[in-house]
């Protein structure tokens, strides 16, 4: 089970920091991935990390502005977001498999938590 947090109402230009804790012992060796969904939109895959945070990928859209970092042992997944944009406005979300393939692309058997909003204002 993982559970986001960390949005709120930002400028344009400003930063973010998004959590995403996991809990059980199965979060330390999960591939972990965080997605957005802006309104009238399909979810989007954002940033990636392996297990061990050796393998990251990201959208180009947010190359060079977000880093996404991990802590196993509090068990958490960071998402730093710099030189936010409006378009950057969605409510995001994470989730863990497996693998990197898994946390970077839509399943149909995904189960999401209630996410966390995130508004850039221009």
């Known amino acids: 089970h993982l559970a986001e947090s960390g949005g709120g109402l930002v400028q344009a230009g400003g930063s973010l920091k998004l959590s995403c804790a996991g809990s059980?012992?199965?979060?330390?060796?999960?591939?972990v991935g965080w997605f957005r969904q802006a309104p009238g939109k399909e979810r989007e895959f954002v940033a990636a990390?392996?297990?061990?945070?050796?393998?990251?990928q990201y959208r180009d859209s947010v190359k060079g502005r977000f880093t996404i970092s991990r802590d196993n042992v509090k068990t958490t997944v960071f998402l730093q977001m710099n030189n936010l944009k409006p378009e950057d406005t969605a409510v995001y979300y994470c989730?863990?498999?497996?693998?990197?393939?898994?946390?970077?692309?839509?399943?149909?058997?995904?189960?999401w938590g209630q996410g966390t909003q995130v508004t850039v204002s221009s």
């Open positions: 989730k863990g498999d497996d693998t990197m393939p898994l946390v970077t692309t839509l399943g149909s058997s995904d189960v």
């Open positions: 059980g012992r199965n979060f330390r060796t999960y591939a």
């Open positions: 990390i392996n297990w061990n945070g050796e393998n990251t």
